[in-house]
């Protein structure tokens, strides 16, 4: 399974990053250098309402006219994604790099997680017939995690958490070892190649004391309320949504709302977010507690929204910008809160609500402050905001429109 594995990882890798390379290209052309040609201010209020709709149409006519429709409805899928025909994999690829570059609040992962596994599962077991059909989705599917966050232990730990409920033949490692081996190829590749980087650089956290636990609890347990208000609402925005039918309606009218929002909260609530973060995070003091709060509430919101009107998109990256925005709003609010510990604590909250993986939560919560001592902190916000969360329905639906438990 080695070698397999190492072909998975290295190729999910590649085609991530080429899709966030032509991405980055259309987004720079969009919304740099037709602006300035134009002489329109780059994120005016005007540019961003017709950027955002117009993003709507492209976006609405690829789920309309392409074969295969893009895919499922995104409100339907999560991490876990369903092996796809050949043929509706490039319109998917499409939709995502329009919406990565014209700005909606969603994030690459679900589908260049289920363009990578339909890829996988169609060519390995054309290529390699005697390796068991089921492996392919996982290895793509670890693979694709590792490119994603630029290390195998994320993908280590979904995998692990998916495993938890089954009936092993063997160690868990024998299980995981082939998955792991691909999200390390994967991991490597995009490492090597794109020099990710995940650390906010905030300000160094020493050693926890009762203070920052306390903190933590509160912070952690408000930012899952904050994401289960989201999740409450998605039948319901969906099902709005829905009511008009047609996705040259449901995509253009989604973008001008976005775009709505974007004017309230600025551009920094636009995208996926990630780039967004590290801005925020360069100056944790560079914002009053009222335009991170509004900050915090428009990116959750342009989530719920571009979630539900139909853009092929993933939610852990704009929920990770909601978390930062809302533990460095507590921070400026409290000042005894430190900037680390608001961070952490936010993303673990908000990522629990909206994800259910309490693994990849903790990940990337430890991931973006870089310490080891608030580890403990962490997993101890994770206790009580797990109570919070589990048994509710997830920010994910049935094709009935009803929630997942």
Known sequence: ????????????????????????????????????????????????????????????????????????????????????????????????????????????????????????????????????????????????????????VAAALVISEALAGRQLKGALWDNVFAPLVAATAGALTTTLVGEPSFDLHLPAFGLPDWGDLLAMLVIASAAALLGMA???????????????RHPMLMLPVGGLVLGLLAAVGGHLTLFKGLDEIGELAADPDGWSAGQFATMTVVKLAALLVATSCGFRGGRIFPAVFVGVALGLCAHALV???????????????????????????????????????????????????????????????????TPVR
């Open 335 to 401: 000042d005894a809160v430190h900037p680390a510990v608001g961070v952490a604590a936010g993303v673990l909250g908000v990522l629990l609500a909206i994800t259910r993986q309490a693994w990849v939560s903790l990940f990337v919560a430890a991931a973006l402050v870089a310490s080891s001592t608030i580890l403990a902190l962490l997993c101890i916000g994770s206790l009580a905001a797990w109570l919070l969360v589990t048994g509710r329905p997830q920010m994910q639906l049935r094709e009935d429109g």
């Open 1 to 152: 399974m080695i070698l397999p594995a190492l072909v998975v990882g290295v190729v999910a890798s590649l085609l991530f990053l080429g899709v966030s390379a032509a991405a980055e290209q259309l987004q720079h052309v969009l919304w740099r250098n037709l602006p300035d040609a134009l002489g329109v201010g780059r994120y005016s209020v005007l540019w961003m309402l017709v950027m955002l709709t117009a993003t709507g149409v492209a976006v609405g006519l690829v789920v309309w006219k392409v074969p295969g429709h893009a895919g499922p409805d995104p409100a339907t899928t999560g991490l876990d994604a369903p092996v796809l025909p050949p043929a509706v994999l490039p319109g998917l690829l499409l939709a995502t790099a329009l919406m990565l570059a014209g700005g909606p609040s969603l994030g690459p992962e679900n589908p260049i997680i289920a363009v990578n596994v339909g890829l996988a599962f169609w060519l390995g077991r054309r290529l390699i017939p005697r390796m068991p059909r089921a492996l392919w989705p996982v290895l793509a599917e670890a693979a694709t995690i590792g490119a994603l966050f630029g290390t195998p």
């Open 230 to 244: 989201a999740v409450l609402a998605l039948p319901y925005v969906h099902g709005a949504f829905a009511r008009l």
